[in-house]
């Protein structure tokens, strides 16, 4: 699962009935992620904030699966109970598919285990692996946590802010810690000469102690 590789086409069952994952994502943009374990009160913190991100990811045209190695059975029954709510105090009701790996096939497929357990059929715990998927059926991003770390939706709907606007743009990259409406670094390969058609709202070149200016960046975007 190297950033660039084509996702492949599984059938997977859900929460929502069987998919074909190229059906699914139809094109849009995706979030693949799992989850060790139903009833764990991590992943229950995990599914309770994308649920109160839900419109977030609509917003911008990303649809949301989650996946566990454990059965249909015990999705349904975690996410009917509303644990999520009772643990995390979210008032919001899970609207995304999970999918039941029970056989781990799938954890297997998407490179979603840990290295001592890959050839273990018994060891079903997945990662916290977390993949955006571009229209292209491409990976564009890859997250991996170990169980005792949850995850950061605001970190997760800030890395698809910048893999859309770069996307879109194809001139620019964002620096650390970038959030959507700040400053924005253009690519070293882009002619100065060209800045002027690309950034009409213009561009600000930061002098470097080396004498190469190298760092150019705008918030025309
Ligand atoms: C949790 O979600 O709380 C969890 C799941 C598996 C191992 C450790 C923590």
Redo the contacts with the bound molecule.
């Keep these: 699962m190297r950033l660039g590789a084509t996702i492949p086409n599984f059938t997977a069952e859900t929460t929502q009935g069987r998919i074909k994952f190229y059906d699914w994502l139809g094109d849009s943009w995706a979030v693949l992620f799992s989850?060790?374990?139903d009833f764990?009160?991590?992943?229950?913190?995990?599914l309770g904030r994308i649920a109160v991100h839900d419109h977030e990811f609509k917003k911008r045209g990303v649809k949301v699966i989650a996946h566990s190695c454990d059965k249909l059975r015990s999705h349904t029954d975690w996410v009917n109970v509303r644990h999520q709510i009772v643990l995390s105090g979210y008032s919001r009701r899970l609207s995304l598919p999970i999918i039941g790996d029970e056989k781990r096939e799938l954890a297997v497929l998407l490179d979603m285990i840990y290295e001592d357990s890959k050839d273990n059929e018994e060891a079903a715990?997945t990662v916290r692996a977390l993949y955006i998927i571009g229209p292209d059926k491409k990976l564009k991003l890859s997250m991996q946590y170990p169980?005792?770390t949850?995850r950061n939706v605001d970190e997760i709907l800030r890395v698809i802010d910048s893999l859309q606007l770069t996307t879109r743009l194809k001139v620019v990259a964002t620096p650390a810690n970038w959030t959507p409406g700040t400053k924005v670094m253009i690519l070293p390969h882009v002619k100065d000469e060209d800045l002027p058609k690309l950034f009409p709202k213009g561009v600000e070149k930061i002098s470097m102690p080396s004498g190469i200016t190298y760092v150019r960046t705008t918030t025309d975007y």
């Design positions: 989850h060790p374990a764990t009160p991590v992943c229950t913190t995990e715990l169980a005792s949850g």
